[in-house]
């Protein structure tokens, strides 16, 4: 997996769109759910490159490579990203069964993964585990979904917002 990748980030509304899970997809509901965000993190899963591309419309975007990106624009992307914006430190990975211990033991905040296509959104012991679900293909009966967290200081709120 390598080293995850680090950078400080500032959003000045504290508003982020979640999205992972496109599989090459671009709904325009997934665009109209995430209208007004300052910045999108996508947890992976792509499929290809024009899907960035269409959410760049809409705000800065950060992602990371899932397990079904390939080609040379996925390989320019890391597998792991720790950010830090406005102080809250974020550790963005595709699949929640590789975050390593080390992650809570470091003073991370929040853990944004993808991968399972199932949204949700739970704190345990001061740590927020965030997977937006899947704006994607249908899988199985799994909703549509994209997610929003909002950071307020230290203060963090974060939604799931089913699309269809």
Same mark, same amino acid.
């Given at each position: 997996?390598?080293q995850p990748?680090?950078?400080?980030?500032?959003v000045?509304?504290?508003?982020?769109?979640l999205?992972?899970?496109?599989?090459g997809?671009?709904?325009p509901?997934?665009m109209?759910?995430?209208?007004?965000?300052?910045?999108?993190?996508?947890?992976?899963?792509?499929?290809?490159?024009? %899907?960035?591309?269409?959410l760049?419309?809409i705000?800065?975007?950060v992602?990371? @490579?899932?397990?079904?990106? $390939?080609?040379?624009?996925?390989n &320019?992307?890391?597998?792991?990203l #720790?950010l830090e =914006? #406005?102080?809250?430190?974020?550790?963005v990975?595709?699949d929640?069964?590789?975050?390593?211990?080390?992650v &809570? $033991?470091?003073g *991370?905040?929040?853990?944004?993964s993808?991968?399972?296509? @199932?949204?949700?959104?739970?704190?345990?012991?001061g740590?927020?585990w965030?997977?937006?679900?899947?704006?994607?293909p249908?899988? *199985?009966?799994?909703? %549509?979904? %994209?997610?929003?967290l909002?950071? #307020?200081?230290?203060?963090? #709120?974060?939604?799931? =917002?089913?699309?269809?």
């Amino acid at each position: 997996m390598g080293q995850p990748r680090a950078c400080r980030m500032k959003v000045i509304k504290g508003l982020i769109g979640l999205i992972s899970d496109t599989h090459g997809l671009m709904r325009p509901q997934a665009m109209d759910a995430l209208e007004g965000v300052e910045m999108i993190l996508h947890a992976g899963d792509i499929g290809k490159p024009e %899907v960035l591309a269409s959410l760049r419309t809409i705000a800065p975007v950060v992602a990371i @490579k899932g397990n079904n990106d $390939a080609g040379t624009w996925a390989n &320019r992307l890391p597998s792991v990203l #720790n950010l830090e =914006i #406005n102080g809250v430190k974020i550790h963005v990975i595709h699949d929640v069964r590789e975050v390593p211990e080390a992650v &809570r $033991a470091a003073g *991370f905040h929040v853990v944004v993964s993808g991968h399972s296509h @199932k949204p949700s959104v739970r704190e345990l012991d001061g740590l927020y585990w965030i997977n937006p679900g899947s704006a994607g293909p249908r899988r *199985f009966k799994l909703p %549509v979904t %994209v997610g929003r967290l909002t950071l #307020n200081g230290t203060h963090i #709120n974060a939604a799931i =917002i089913e699309l269809i």
